[in-house]
Nanobody, 126 residues
Framework: QVQLVESGGGLVQAGGSLRLSCAAS????????MSWFRQAPGKEREFVSG????????EYTDSVKGRFTASRDNAKNAIYLQMNNLKPEDTAVYYC???????????????????WGQGTQVTVSS
């Protein structure tokens, strides 16, 4: 089992920036894909951004394109999410997720991932 620990959330004004980090640890694991999801109160968990571990290819949900940038550090088993020009509608708990089994499910589905972090709160005030 892989353990994921997120950090970097907080309170920021609209237009501001935050950088989320997620570090993976555990015994002898492979990572195929890592992604960021978010969940606002009363809403379903939604895909935000994903990064293919071997190629570094990234994918974003439409609402964050041009504002968020995902990156990875293979040596540290870590991914990052740079969030710029934040909007109040970005307010949510952000979760890091990892696929360590080579799932064939679409990466935008939470069920594609077998490991999750505890979440970090991002609050954007207007």
């Amino acid at each position: 089992q892989v353990q994921l620990v997120e950090s970097g959330g907080g309170l920021v004004q609209a237009g501001g920036s935050l950088r989320l980090s997620c570090a993976a640890s555990g015994r002898s694991f492979n990572i195929y894909d890592m992604s960021w999801f978010r969940q606002a109160p009363g809403k379903e968990r939604e895909f935000v951004s994903g990064i293919r571990w071997t190629t570094g290819n990234t994918e974003y949900t439409d609402s964050v394109k041009g504002r968020f940038t995902a990156s990875r550090d293979n040596a540290k088993n870590a991914i990052y999410l740079q969030m710029n020009n934040l909007k109040p509608e970005d307010t949510a708990v952000y979760y890091c997720a990892a696929d360590t089994r080579g799932s064939v499910l679409p990466r935008t589905r939470p069920s594609n991932y077998d490991s999750w972090g505890q979440g970090t709160q991002v609050t954007v005030s207007s």
